[in-house]
């Protein structure tokens, strides 16, 4: 498929009405026949006659196609075509100095990825290939010493990764999770990046609550959700991801009314910008917890948002718009760095009633982009289990789970939410902002050397063809 990159540039193509203009007023002429007297000869009447006659039309094609070509490379002409995904890339990123581990716990997958054409990778600066023997020798070996990590961070790493792919690229990535690899802002990638953990022992299997008392085997989560379908993905798939981690079922409903809230609820996420009032939340189910959007007057704001568990990643939360707060509050739970609420808490009749004065949208804050969304969120869904799970999290300095990072399939497009998350028993995160798909991958091609060729070729014809008409 034929694109132009500017358009405006064929307007010079109507520059062929010049020659065309000059060939229909071109004078042939006249021939002088020599005679011995014209004494005999009748004066003839003077006519003069024009004659619109084209008399030179190689000529004239040869400077219409002239044009037509100069106004072609104006244009910045490019071809699309589309590449097949079979014809893509496929790594296979891993940490030389954890390859022992990494074979050990997705040997049977990493063999399947080699048969299929994927390439091995050392996940540190300039990406050397890596070859099967190599694994199997540090398998053999049990290193003696503690290997000593790479300066740069994985984020680091995951950016030049993205530079030296192309879009759409297939690659399944592996480290460790200790959390000072996890230093900076999280890139935005264009790869199909599966990034996976070492597995390790970081479990919250035997961690005991600070209250033991009836402890539910599942946890039932209810979702209203009012035209906030994308505030709606960021929170199931933060749900999702902490159910894996923490080895604990949870059932996620979405309702449409205040009357479907379920006796056998424990939470109630309320997200509509309308405000439930207080004798409907006195009505709910005792014990139970409602978390619902609050705020009417919406403005601006250039902060950071601040919870009470400092778990995760060392990456600040941006704050970008906010929700002016009504009152004052009983409890804040989190606040932005001017000390202003942005989720309080108020507990009546054994009701826990949060109110957030922002919402889970990349455009009020970088949150929902962040591994602390998922540490902000524990304490809401796990309130009695939260105080051990964030001690044991923070002295194992390990990520709970990969990064959910953001793809884009082109430039300035509107990021969405990786929909897949942990699943139980495993430590896996995709990085995709849309499921995989089989389509095919467009390819651009640049045409503007061939028409350059194609005008001096047509240049010297025409030259050609008028130095033999001159001279015939």
């Not at 003077?46 to 002239?66: A, E, G, M, S």
């Not at 989720?343 to 922002?358: A, E, M, P």
């Not at 105080?387 to 390990?398: A, F, L, Q, V, Y």
Request: glycine share 4%.
């Amino acid at each position: 498929m034929l694109q132009f990159l500017t358009p405006l540039g064929l307007l010079a193509a109507f520059g062929i009405i010049l020659p065309v203009m000059l060939h229909l007023w071109h004078v042939n002429k006249k021939k002088v026949l020599r005679i011995g007297s014209v004494s005999l000869i009748n004066e003839a009447v003077k006519k003069q006659k024009r004659n619109f006659t084209i008399h030179d039309w190689p000529l004239l094609i040869l400077r219409c196609l002239l044009i037509l070509f100069i106004a072609m490379i104006l244009a910045v002409p490019i071809y699309q075509r589309a590449k097949l995904p079979a014809e893509k890339r496929g790594w296979i990123m891993i940490e030389k100095q954890h390859m022992s581990k990494v074979w050990k716990s997705y040997h049977v997958e990493i063999d399947s990825l080699l048969r299929r054409g994927y390439q091995m990778r050392d996940f540190n600066h300039g990406f050397s290939r890596l070859e099967l023997k190599d694994t199997i020798a540090q398998v053999a070996q049990e290193p003696s010493t503690h290997t000593k990590l790479s300066p740069l961070s994985y984020f680091s790493l995951v950016r030049q990764l993205d530079a030296e792919l192309s879009p759409g690229d297939q690659v399944f990535l592996y480290t460790d999770s200790h959390m000072d690899r996890f230093q900076g802002a999280q890139p935005v990638v264009t790869v199909n990046l599966n990034w996976k953990f070492i597995p390790s022992d970081l479990s919250l299997k035997d961690v005991k609550p600070v209250v033991r008392q009836r402890l539910n085997p599942e946890v039932q989560i209810l979702i209203y959700n009012d035209k906030k379908d994308l505030d709606a993905s960021y929170l199931k798939a933060a749900i999702a991801a902490i159910a894996g981690f923490t080895k604990r079922q949870i059932r996620v409903t979405t309702i449409k009314s205040i009357q479907e809230v379920s006796p056998n609820a424990d939470l109630v996420f309320w997200l509509a910008d309308h405000l439930v009032n207080n004798r409907n939340i006195e009505a709910l189910p005792k014990d139970i917890s409602f978390f619902q959007y609050a705020g009417h007057r919406l403005e601006k704001t250039k902060s950071v948002l601040q919870y009470e568990s400092g778990a995760g990643s060392d990456r600040e939360i941006e704050a970008f718009q906010r929700y002016q707060i009504e009152g004052k509050p009983a409890q804040t739970l989190w606040k932005d760095g001017f000390d202003q609420a942005l989720l309080t808490l108020d507990t009546r009749n054994g009701i826990k009633d949060y109110r957030f004065y922002s919402r889970f949208n990349q455009r009020f804050s970088s949150l929902v982009w962040t591994d602390k969304f998922l540490m902000a969120l524990l304490p809401i869904i796990f309130p009695q289990e939260f105080t051990n799970m964030d001690k044991h999290i923070r002295n194992s300095g390990r990520m709970p789970h990969p990064p959910v990072l953001i793809r884009l399939h082109s430039p300035r497009s509107s990021p969405l939410l990786a929909s897949a998350a942990l699943r139980p028993g495993t430590a896996t995160s995709t990085l995709s902002a849309e499921n995989n798909r089989s389509s095919a991958k467009l390819q651009y091609g640049n045409l503007i050397s061939f028409f350059w060729w194609m005008a001096l070729f047509i240049l010297f014809l025409e030259r050609l063809v008028a130095y033999r008409k001159s001279n015939g």
